[in-house]
């Protein structure tokens, strides 16, 4: 069978390239005789794989010396708990931004913890733009701020980082790592699920600032603790080997790219693609403001459910899957991560003006 659109939001699709090697390397990695997948984590030729990950991000990601990269498990759900263990250390108190159902589920987390303060939200209308903020709601008496740089459901993200009157700034990352540049140095911590735009799901990539690590209670799990895998080089237990060799392999095919700057211009130009025909489609429309919309997914509507399910179904038969928006809002999401192709965007607009003609 030939190989489809694949629109999801995550697990999302993978550079081909990066595929065919992983099968090629799928029995025998390199001269060890073995798989990946069946390799010791403390083995010779699983440390040049973990580290070689991790030299590639930094060099991507212009991360510098004083942040640690942590390879962990449990997804980004599990950093909407960790993060507050480990970093609500003086005031037990987080300041929000509420942009939709992943700053909710970090919300309820940090409640648990300590005192989760939303400061800003866009719920009143489905999380369709950025609030407008003030360094002023940022207070002083709140150990971090909690954002999510790119809104996986509801297709926004910050096209300028928030203000947040010196306060650490920890950002959720996971659907938007990589895509473009960002500065490190403004955040306190970054956390991503791999399985958007860095691999398979099983790993999330921690960033973290040194002096954000031990700050949690002496009676914390050992393995919920930053410290824990930082003195460890995510090695304390045993790390998801094969999904940090396949993240390893996306970096070097995004190095092959030309970097993030590179993969940025791409982006730009496949959103920019789909938003045009958008905005001047009469049978579709886009659900964002527009100056807040997302490079990476992108919702839209024609405004009648039938419609919409109909479209859904014969992009399907027509090899565009996946397209279906998320279940809390409906309507229609393509997400085009950096792997997603140019031309299964132009694909999919050429296939939505058919689509309309025949409307
Ligand atoms: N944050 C964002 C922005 C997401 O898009 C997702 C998953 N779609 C999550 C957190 C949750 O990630 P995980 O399933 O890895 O826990």
Not at 223 to 238: D, E, F, P, R, V
Not at 265 to 288: C, R
């Amino acid at each position: 069978m030939e190989r489809v659109y694949n629109f999801a939001a995550g697990p999302a699709c993978l550079p081909e390239e990066v595929l065919r090697r992983a099968a090629s390397e799928l029995v025998c990695y390199g001269n060890s005789g073995m798989s990946v997948m069946e390799m010791s984590h403390r083995s010779h030729d699983f440390e040049e794989i973990i580290d070689k990950a991790e030299s590639d991000l930094r060099e991507l990601m212009n991360i510098p010396d004083n942040y640690k990269v942590l390879f962990l498990q449990g997804g980004a759900s599990l950093q909407f708990a960790m993060v507050p263990i480990n970093l609500m250390a003086k005031f037990s108190r987080v300041h929000f931004i509420n942009t939709g159902m992943w700053s909710k589920r970090a919300i309820s987390e940090a409640n648990k913890i300590g005192e989760a303060n939303v400061v800003a939200s866009s719920e009143d209308k489905t999380f369709s733009y950025i609030p407008k903020l003030k360094k002023e709601m940022f207070t002083k008496d709140a150990d971090y701020v909690h954002m999510v740089s790119n809104n996986t459901i509801y297709g926004t993200r910050y096209t300028k980082i928030p203000d947040v009157n010196g306060l650490p700034l920890v950002s959720d990352m996971s659907s938007c790592i990589l895509s473009e540049a960002v500065n490190v140095s403004d955040y306190a911590l970054i956390f991503a699920g791999a399985q958007k735009n860095m691999g398979p799901s099983g790993v999330t990539t921690v960033i973290i600032r040194e002096d954000m690590i031990g700050k949690e209670p002496d009676n914390t799990p050992t393995l919920l603790s930053y410290k824990t895998h930082a003195q460890h080089g995510s090695m304390y237990n045993t790390p998801p080997t094969y999904a940090i060799y396949i993240l390893g392999l996306v970096l070097e095919w995004l190095k092959g790219k030309g970097g993030i700057s590179a993969i940025n211009k791409i982006n730009q130009e496949k959103a920019k693609m789909l938003y045009d025909f958008l905005d001047e489609s009469k049978l579709f429309k886009g659900t964002v403001r527009k100056e807040d919309r997302s490079l990476m997914n992108i919702p839209f509507i024609t405004g009648n459910a039938d419609i919409d399910k109909q479209f859904i179904e014969e992009a399907k038969k027509n090899g565009f899957v996946n397209i279906k928006g998320h279940r809390s809002v409906g309507g229609m999401r393509a997400s085009i991560y950096n792997a997603f192709p140019p031309e299964g965007v132009k694909a999919l607009v050429d296939f939505m003006k058919k689509f309309e003609a025949n409307a």
